[in-house]
């Protein structure tokens, strides 16, 4: 077998099973802590922390301040990338799982506005950022550590792993908050008290991360980069010199389903259906339940998808995902405003078919678009910025597109048009599945990324 189609440091089939385990045990935790947040955000926070600001505006700054942190994962991008593609991927993703713990603990034991006046906000937002740093660069390194660690027909699968822990964080997430509001916590005690206990649950949740993540070796591409001292002094310059055009074609790719997701994820839908001044009404904890319930679809549709683009390509599982998103988004909120909570649980698992399907196969399509020595930093810079222009302030549009049209098609629309630029950018890009990830394949991974450009822009 020639080296430009093996694997550069094949592992025993349990060597891979623990790098899976890893991959999704972290991202796991980093995106409970995340859409924690979020999700408190559409429940709580307007209350607790900027409701001096009058209620409508409140939930708008709420919602603000999930936004806000995705203006700084670039920043944590950079970081995590030139330090990943330098001294290697194990390292970044050790950093980056603690600082998304302890940020996510000490909102926790943060005092609201009543107590501290407008210190609270202000802290909760410098604590969002800190979250914002760590997701940054958290992604990237566990995706390369899964699709740089598998054989090159089996990359979609092994991606998949660290892809369904969005999934089981959201599920987490939401069903810790549902339990507080339904039985441990109900009514006021959960204003008062109940928020501030899945916060303070993430430093159970960071040890075992920590535990398990430590065992793993390192990724053998980096170990090969390293070997050969081919490592980028300044990778991120050099991936903005020569692939800029690709960076913004894959972000695109990546805020069509950003943007869908945070429907959801981003608290969007809890607020809505649950606001007693709305359309719809309902209580927390059945709209938490039907989230996570949702959740388990998405988790499975995401897998699905990993393993379906090893046999069908990323491109053509893409394309499916696209055309089911673009249909089940026009579904969603007629379902939701039924006011029935199985209907609302049927619009939310369409919903995430779609969105499965264009999330799965991520993870080893953007590892196979970028070359191997600024491979980290390719990856999280792209999916950063990918997250600004889908994700960031998609529950804040949302809101502010209700508030205005007063009809909650307008959101549909939204998403589709952020959708259809996703599905247009996803034509333009070639698909790459397969092809060999090692240093010694760099000049063929350089090149061919888009259709009609054959040498870096």
């Not at 009543?114 to 995706?143: D, F």
């Not at 040890?207 to 990724?219: L, P």
């Not at 939310?348 to 196969?361: E, P």
């Amino acid at each position: 077998m020639s080296t430009s189609s093996r694997q550069v440091d094949p592992r025993t089939a349990a060597e891979r099973r623990k790098v899976a385990f890893a991959t999704v045990i972290g991202t796991t935790i980093e995106w409970y802590d995340f859409f924690l947040y979020a999700s408190a955000a559409g429940l709580v926070f307007a209350q607790l922390f900027f409701e001096p600001a009058g209620a409508q505006i409140a939930i708008l700054l709420s919602f603000g301040s999930v936004g806000v942190s995705f203006l700084f994962r670039p920043l944590g991008a950079f970081l995590a990338g030139h330090f990943g593609d330098r001294l290697g991927r194990k390292a970044m993703l050790v950093i980056t799982l603690v600082l998304m713990g302890a940020s996510t603990t000490l909102i926790g034991l943060l005092p609201t506005y009543q107590q501290i006046g407008i210190a609270a906000p202000v802290i909760l937002v410098l604590l969002r950022i800190l979250q914002g740093l760590s997701t940054g660069g958290e992604w990237g390194g566990a995706v390369l550590m899964a699709v740089e660690t598998a054989p090159n027909d089996r990359r979609g699968r092994a991606g998949a792993f660290p892809q369904i822990g969005v999934p089981i964080g959201l599920l987490l997430a939401s069903g810790v908050l549902a339990l507080m509001t339904g039985v441990i916590s109900p009514g006021e005690a959960f204003l008062e008290w109940g928020w501030r206990v899945p916060f303070l649950l993430s430093v159970v949740l960071v040890v075992v991360g920590m535990i398990v993540r430590r065992t793993v070796e390192e990724s053998p591409v980096f170990k090969e980069i390293a070997k050969r001292k081919e490592r980028s002094r300044m990778p991120a310059v050099q991936l903005f010199r020569k692939h800029w055009l690709l960076v913004i074609l894959a972000a695109l790719t990546f805020a069509g389903n950003n943007a869908a997701g945070y429907m959801t994820t981003g608290g969007y839908i809890q607020n809505y259906a649950t606001n007693p001044d709305g359309f719809v009404g309902l209580e927390r904890t059945p709209v938490l339940l039907a989230v996570t319930g949702s959740a388990v679809v998405w988790l499975a549709m995401t897998w699905i998808a990993g393993n379906v683009s090893d046999r069908i390509g990323r491109r053509n599982t893409y394309i499916i995902g696209w055309i089911v998103q673009l249909i089940t988004v026009f579904m969603l909120f007629p379902l939701v405003n039924t006011g029935n909570i199985w209907l609302l649980f049927l619009g939310l698992s369409l919903f995430t078919i779609g969105n499965g399907f264009t999330y799965g196969q991520q993870a080893a399509y953007f590892a196979e678009l970028f070359p191997a020595s600024i491979r980290y930093s390719g990856v999280s810079i792209t999916y950063a910025i990918g997250a600004i222009l889908g994700g960031a302030f998609a529950p804040t549009i949302a809101t502010w597109l209700v508030q205005t049209t007063g009809e909650s098609i307008s959101v549909a629309f939204y998403i589709a048009g952020v959708t259809v630029v996703a599905f247009a950018a996803t034509l333009i890009l070639r698909d790459r599945t397969g092809i060999p990830l090692g240093v010694e394949n760099e000049v063929a991974q350089t090149t061919g990324q888009i259709y009609g450009i054959k040498e870096p822009v």
